[in-house]
Nanobody
Framework: QVQLVESGGGLVQAGGSLRLSCVVE????????MGWFRQAPGQEREFVAA????????YYGDSVKGRFTISRDNAKNTVYLQMNSLKPEDTALYYC??????????????????WGQGTQVTVSS
């Protein structure tokens, strides 16, 4: 059974930083591209970042470019999201996901097979 467990969320002031982690179990992590999405109340789920199997290729949503960094440690079955210069508009539930084989683009929910339960990030002004 594939499980993704996110952690590292919390409450932070604007301008602060957080690092999210996502541990993958039940699946060969080193063969899976990964992504992070977020969803604020009343909003659609939004693409944040994605990373290739080796970590050599990364993609970011326009709203987080230059502030967030996605990375992975295949030895630890873990993908990370380093979030700097946080803004109140970054407040959301953050999800990690495993890239699927549907052919859907990496920036769409349909491009991912498995999802974690999410970790809450709240940025105060």
């Amino acid at each position: 059974q594939v499980q993704l467990v996110e952690s590292g969320g919390g409450l932070v002031q604007a301008g602060g930083s957080l690092r999210l982690s996502c541990v993958v179990e039940g699946r060969t992590f080193s063969t899976a591209a990964m992504g992070w999405f977020r969803q604020a109340p009343g909003q659609e789920r939004e693409f944040v970042a994605a990373i290739s199997i080796t970590g050599g290729i990364t993609y970011y949503g326009d709203s987080v470019k230059g502030r967030f960094t996605i990375s992975r440690d295949n030895a630890k079955n873990t993908v990370y999201l380093q979030m700097n210069s946080l803004k109140p508009e970054d407040t959301a539930l953050y999800y990690c996901a495993i890239r699927g084989n549907t052919g859907d683009p990496y920036y769409t929910q349909g491009g991912y097979d498995y999802w974690g339960q999410g970790t809450q990030v709240t940025v105060s002004s």
